[in-house]
């Protein structure tokens, strides 16, 4: 069965720092890990990660995968009160068919 | 404008009662996908369809089922069978082949149970 772990489970910062999340996964057949950023309601997506070492960047975000490692991480410098968000990894299988998300991570922003 | 569209965006049910959600798309994705999170947790695979009239078991399937009619179209019914209904439901949809691969996502229905 497949398998995404992500940590910490929730993080709280003060505005202007810089914050690391993690996933780890166990995937038959890999294909792509993405993040997604949920706040309210429907996650919106960030990033997706098919190659090893290859960063992927979005403004103050950014992401890399480390396929030896099985893992990935989504960086955000200087955070602001709109990070406040819920974080989503998943890994999609090489059929293309499954995405497995992990638990997520929850952060807060404070002011 | 393309999106998906999940209704009601608030339901409550009575033990006992089973529920349809519904969840439309008209993005022509083939693969569409149903996710149940409960607070503060991930999201977990309900079902999902790669076709028209085809549909696998995800990881938590036991008390739903569904239906793929119409490619727009996959309705979840929640049963009287799930013991713990009350979640935030997902539905999300994404192409097969070419793209990005990434999950669309509805804004979901929130499911309380009585």
């Known amino acids: 069965e497949d398998k995404v772990v992500q940590s910490p489970l929730s993080l709280v910062v003060h505005e202007g720092d810089t914050v690391t999340l993690n996933c780890s996964y166990e995937v038959t057949n890999f294909r792509s890990l993405l993040w997604y950023k949920q706040e309210k309601k429907a996650p919106t997506f960030l990033f997706m990660l098919t190659s090893s070492g290859i960063e992927k960047k979005s403004g103050r975000l950014s992401s890399i995968l480390d396929k030896k490692e099985l893992s990935s991480i989504l960086n955000i410098t200087a955070t602001q009160t709109g990070d406040s968000a819920i974080y989503l990894c998943?890994?999609?299988?090489?059929?293309?068919?499954?995405?497995?998300f992990g638990g997520g991570t929850r952060l807060m922003v404070k002011p | 404008d393309g999106g998906i569209t999940q209704s009601p965006k608030y339901l409550f049910r009575k033990e006992g009662q089973n529920v349809t959600l519904s969840c439309e798309q008209n993005?022509?994705?083939?693969?569409m996908y149903w996710y149940r999170q409960d607070p503060g947790q991930g999201l977990r695979l309900i079902y999902y369809s790669q076709i028209v009239n085809d549909f696998q078991k995800g990881d938590i399937a036991e008390g739903y089922s569904v239906s793929r009619e119409k490619k727009e179209s996959f309705p979840l019914t929640v049963t009287s069978a799930q013991k713990n209904p009350t979640a935030f439901y997902l539905c999300a949809s994404r192409t097969r082949f070419g793209g990005t691969g990434e999950l669309f996502f509805g804004e979901g229905s929130r499911l309380t149970v009585l």
């Open positions: 998943a890994v999609c299988n090489n059929a293309g068919n499954m995405l497995t």
């Open positions: 993005l022509n994705h083939d693969a």
